[in-house]
């Protein structure tokens, strides 16, 4: 860290990419651990620190670990609070979360309550006065078949259409490497036509060049990591030139890439491209939690591994703006917001470089 950081956390941001159970804080961990000591987890095992590389498989499996520490519907409610308020008090402006409903026969949890749960989260940072502006995408696993994802579809349908505007979308995670897009086609199909956002985890490793084709038929409004989209990543160009051409914005996880060793290291990440390119990439954590580190932090290292100075930083906080899932009402909050900001932060940022 440069004595810079406080230009980056004081920058006003938009995460659009940040799954809950993820995102869990060393704080919130100690919490949950604290309530089921059973279980016998150490905080080693929800978190790769500094320096630490894992597998992706391994990576699957801090994700098995955490779920066994939050499966009430209490659990639920003070992760997606902590997680809100440790956003906000990063500077993020505008938060998509997304998770994945879970059912937990032994606790009562239910897909319903789940979400229910999360969106009661939000409802409750807004009555505290928290500075943020809070969205939901539910998530599909895509472990977990076409049956389970087309519920998932039906269930985020009655959401969109019951929470004032809170649940916004679709997002389809889990272990790249099993299962097949092509499966889950009627139920991303569903969503598109029904009017909830598509957010893919797409090419996230190599070899799924048929359904990253597939994909990007429907097409997703925006695309989660992409890292193997390029020819020379195992992609094609076919791919690329749909993507650009759709100008399909990319959610760009700098730390959970190399940590998760997807990506080599931090200069020779996808982001130098695409940017390149003038194509919308927008900064984003992933797993915050799970990869320890912040959005200020994901903006510091991609400012000093591809040479941004504040002032490309900024516009780069402030494009992320276009790509978010709500409306354009609260586009143009957020645009105000930027622009209110921008004089007293760029200022004295651009007098320390
Ligand atoms: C590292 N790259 C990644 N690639 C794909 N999916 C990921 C992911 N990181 C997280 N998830 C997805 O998010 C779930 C945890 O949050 P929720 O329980 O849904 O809140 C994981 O089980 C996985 O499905
Ligand atoms: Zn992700």
Redesign the pocket.
Known sequence: MDDNAEFYKDLPKVELHA????SVSVQTMEKLIRRKPHLNIEHSMTAIGKGQRRT?DE??EV?KV??KLVDTEEDVLMVATDVIKEFAADNVKYLEL???P?EENHTGLTKKSYIETVIEAIRQCKTEGVDIDVRFLV?I?RRNGAEVAMETVKLAEEFMLSSGGLVVGIDL????TVGHGRCLLPALQRARNCGLKLSL?MS?VPSQLEESELLLNLPPDRIGHGTCLHPEMGGSQSLVDRAVKGRIPLEICLT?NVK?QTVQSYSQHHFRYWYQLGHPCVICT??KGVFCTDLSQEYQLAASAFGLRPDAVWTLSERAVDCIFAGDEVKQQLRQKWTELKPGLLQGAELQV
């Open positions: 799954h809950l159970n993820g992706l990576c699957f994700f955490i779920h997304r998770s994945t879970r998530a696993d995670s889990g272990d790249p985890h996230e959970s998760g992933d797993d």
